[in-house]
């Protein structure tokens, strides 16, 4: 097997994405010390996303968020074109690696595109991707969500948005091969070191010898978890106040009210039900199967199964979509604070 000249973090989200970047970023002249590449990033971006997007797709078809960042995308194209030249033209043995979860999303057609751009059609280019448990993967999604949207998205009805990973690895399998994608679980306590840092350092001293995991600087958490009674008010308050639109400065700002309301109140983690999570984990058993039978990972998950009557229950949970149903427990008094707060704060409330 020829060896890895271009190693690719494809993702998956979910799985710590940010903070990795962050710390690749945050450690690019010590990796290069020891002959790892982090090539630039359009700032304030870590990742490669904006490049591997433009590289393969015309602007039509770019994300919204790079739509809305980039209105005119000429710039972007020939700064993505010059890119990929200078990766193309180097010539030093250095082990170049790129990180952007959309290239997990990426089919047959546009992987082959990519590595073409890239130079690594020749069979060098190895690719990395973490995993997540469906139900850690929900709930985590679902907070995030919430940020940016009242809606919560039913996982049966449907492919879990960014979850579809056994597709997408497949997709990966046909390019690279099998033995050129290396998948770990995304759960602490199967992560070299504890975290998405020490165990990426470990993946990467399998192709280059590295320092101790100490030497490296880690960035703080990219995503502070939201409290129970701040998801309820983030769907609430917005459907309330808003009319449920989504996406606007208006949400953003309510957002951003409740997260500093929150500080210092004897808030409630956020915990979503175990009949609800048993649901989601069996609609993705085969998913899990086939995870544990191509790459033998083994995830942490719900305990127990659920009856027919509770089954029920939780579908109908999952459908309502009501966050304060679909949560274990919250504190009413808690909630009714962040509500006069926010909402006195911003006048929503007199």
């Not at 090539?39 to 770019?62: D, G, I, K, L, Y």
Request: one cysteine or more.
């Amino acid at each position: 097997m020829a060896p890895t000249r271009l190693l690719l973090h494809i993702g998956t989200a979910k799985t710590g994405t940010s903070t990795l970047q962050a710390f690749l970023r945050q450690n690019e002249s010590a990796l290069a010390a020891v002959g790892v590449y982090y090539p630039p990033t359009p700032e304030p971006r870590m990742n490669h996303s904006v490049q591997a997007n433009a590289a393969v797709r015309p602007p039509a078809f770019w994300p919204r968020v790079f739509k809305t960042s980039f209105p005119d995308p000429a710039p972007v194209q020939a700064q993505a074109d010059d890119f990929f030249a200078d990766l193309r033209a180097r010539s030093s043995p250095d082990l170049t690696v790129l990180s952007s979860e959309y290239l997990a999303g990426f089919r047959v057609a546009k992987i082959y595109e990519f590595l073409d751009v890239c130079g690594a059609n020749d069979g060098t280019a190895t690719a990395v991707c973490y995993v997540r448990e469906p139900t850690q993967f929900w709930a985590s999604s679902t907070s995030q969500r919430l940020k940016s949207s009242a809606r919560v998205q039913n996982p049966l009805q449907g492919l879990l948005d960014g979850y579809n990973v056994v597709a997408k690895l497949r997709h990966w399998e046909e390019c690279i091969g099998r033995d050129r994608l290396i998948v770990r679980a995304f759960e602490p306590h199967q992560l070299v070191g504890g975290d998405i840092c020490g165990d990426f350092l470990g993946v990467l001293g399998g192709f280059r010898p590295l320092p101790e995991a100490a030497t490296f600087d880690r960035p703080g958490d990219r995503n502070v978890a939201s409290s129970a009674e701040a998801l309820i008010a983030l769907q609430e308050l917005r459907e309330e106040w808003l009319g449920r639109n989504d996406h606007t400065q208006a949400a953003r700002e309510l957002g951003r009210a409740i997260a500093r309301h929150a500080e210092g109140l004897p808030t409630t983690p956020a915990r979503f039900s175990a009949p609800v999570l048993r649901v989601i984990r069996d609609h993705y058993a085969d998913d899990i199967a086939w995870l544990r039978s191509a790459y033998g990972l083994e995830f942490s998950t719900v305990e127990g199964e659920n009856g027919d009557t509770e089954a029920e229950q939780a579908n109908e949970t999952l459908s309502g979509g009501r966050v304060r149903e679909l949560l274990e427990q919250f504190d009413p008094t808690v909630l009714a604070t962040l509500r006069e707060t926010a909402g006195s704060e911003l006048g929503y409330l007199p």
